[in-house]
């Protein structure tokens, strides 16, 4: 057994993931919105000491601006903030350019979400990609309509060469359905139509922080199996690992991440962290913990080497 393979013992030489491709900001806009006592602004100043901190180069920073379009909330002037809190993250994202790109984001089950992403396209500050968090937008696949809806997404997304970033899993605290069939139906249904752009699945289809969730393995495992079988509709499919393996995270769950990215292939693995909020792990920290899964030296230094087509 080899020194990566042993909790808590890292590399002989150290090794930095050459990019962070699951990163938030929060503007103020934002912070007033979720009116949080523990969350505060983010900064794209702060995400570069991050970054630093962690010998990380590029990354990639993904709009929250979904948020206004969450189903729960009534949002005056919403289309408007959506459009401020994109033009924003692009703009700071902006500040450091070769370093960072910015990612729009949209509920895309509002009507003005293809206006959106039309616009987002035409910036140079945000046609990188599209942020989607089917969660905060109850975006439900077995839902034909909602089907349909991300079929025109994804249609409109490949046209436009815009990288795409989900969160997959459907909401929780609704209780909405999320397992095989759901992954079924993105396989089949929407991975067609992103012929020409990267795919990109946040936190091993799950949400994190933690490997806790059992229904988000089960789609996990059956987009697991369909990279086994070289089934030629993952080819542009990708996932990040941002907060999956946390500090506290258990020795089955750490043989669980490793069994899933043995099975769909280390290059398909992008490293990632997501927002540095009081409840997740800076992106130095979350790559220590990372290094603590049973995977290889070889293995980790392929997955820090990785950077996504969108950021080249």
């Not at 815009?162 to 089949?188: C, D, N, T, V, W």
């Amino acid at each position: 057994m080899g020194l990566a393979l042993l909790p808590g013992v890292s590399l002989a030489a150290p090794v930095s993931p050459a990019a962070d491709h699951h990163q938030h900001l929060f503007s103020p806009a934002i912070i007033e919105l979720l009116a949080s006592p523990n969350l505060k602004e983010i900064s794209v100043e702060q995400v570069i000491a991050h970054l630093d901190a962690a010998g990380i180069r590029q990354g990639a920073i993904m709009s929250v601006a979904y948020m206004f379009g969450r189903p729960s909330r009534v949002i005056d002037n919403e289309y408007a903030k959506v459009r401020a809190e994109n033009d924003w993250t692009g703009a700071q994202a902006a500040k450091y350019p070769g370093r960072l790109k910015a990612f729009c984001g949209v509920n895309p089950l509002k009507e003005y979400a293809l206006e959106e992403i039309a616009r987002c396209a035409a910036s140079p500050a945000l046609r990188t990609g599209l942020k989607m968090h089917f969660g905060n937008s109850d975006v439900q696949l077995s839902n034909p309509a909602h089907l349909e809806r991300m079929r025109q997404v994804f249609r409109a997304a490949n046209a436009n060469k815009m990288a795409i970033a989900i969160h997959m899993r459907a909401s929780i605290s609704l209780k909405r359905p999320y397992g095989p069939e759901q992954a079924r139906l993105f396989l089949e249904e929407l991975m067609p139509l992103a012929t020409d752009i990267t795919v990109q699945v946040a936190h091993l289809s799950g949400a994190g922080p933690g490997y806790e969730d059992p229904a988000s393995d089960w789609v996990m495992a059956t987009l697991a199996q369909a990279f086994e079988q070289r089934d030629p509709r993952t080819r542009n499919l990708y996932f990040d690992v941002a907060s999956m393996v946390d500090k506290d995270i258990s020795n089955a769950n750490r043989a669980l991440v490793a069994r899933r990215i043995h099975q769909v292939g280390v290059d398909k693995i992008l490293w990632g962290t997501d927002a540095a909020t009081p409840t997740n792990q800076t992106p130095r920290d979350a790559w220590a913990s990372f290094m603590r899964i049973p995977l290889s030296d070889a293995e980790f230094k392929r997955i820090a080497a990785n950077v996504a087509p969108y950021l080249k």
